[in-house]
């Protein structure tokens, strides 16, 4: 059952909880790596170094956005492929994240997570909501059957 109550408060603390940890993950690629040393990774992975300030750009924006509650849902859901990239980087690591170049765990759940955001909302305090999809025969697709 949910509680109708509170419900919206804790879809907000999901939503800042990860717009903290991509905004984090943007710092790290950015102050830690650089972004010289991140294409460098990409690189090394057989993947376009080209992408690296794509997904630092996806990650500190997107992050941001979840953190203000600026379309969370919605962005979410488009950062869902930058989580499965990184749990495709991860997976051969192992199961643990604490495992040598860090394993799929934490993308794993981060990926749930995500998830989660998408399916319950975007929660209290955001500033622009996600506006409902379409409505089929006059009901809003995200309302009870």
């Known amino acids: 059952m949910i509680d109708p109550r ?63 509650g600026i379309y969370g849902r ?16 991860h997976a051969p690591n192992g199961w643990l994240f604490t495992a040598a170049n860090g394993g799929w765990e934490y993308p794993a759940f981060l990926m749930v997570a995500a998830a989660v955001q998408v399916l319950v909302g975007d929660g209290a305090f955001a500033l622009k909501p996600t506006p409902r999809l379409g409505a089929v025969g006059g009901r809003a697709l995200s309302s009870p059957a």
């Open 6 to 68: 509170l419900a919206p408060y804790g879809a907000f603390v999901l939503r800042v909880a990860l717009g903290v940890m991509f905004v984090a993950h943007a710092y790290l690629k950015l102050a830690v790596f650089t972004v010289a040393g991140f294409q460098g990774f990409l690189a090394s992975l057989g993947l376009p170094a080209a992408l690296a300030w794509p997904i630092i750009l996806a990650e500190l924006f997107g992050g941001l956005a979840l953190v203000l």
């Open 74 to 89: 919605a962005v979410a859901l488009l950062l869902l492929p930058v989580l499965l990239g990184a749990l495709a980087v």
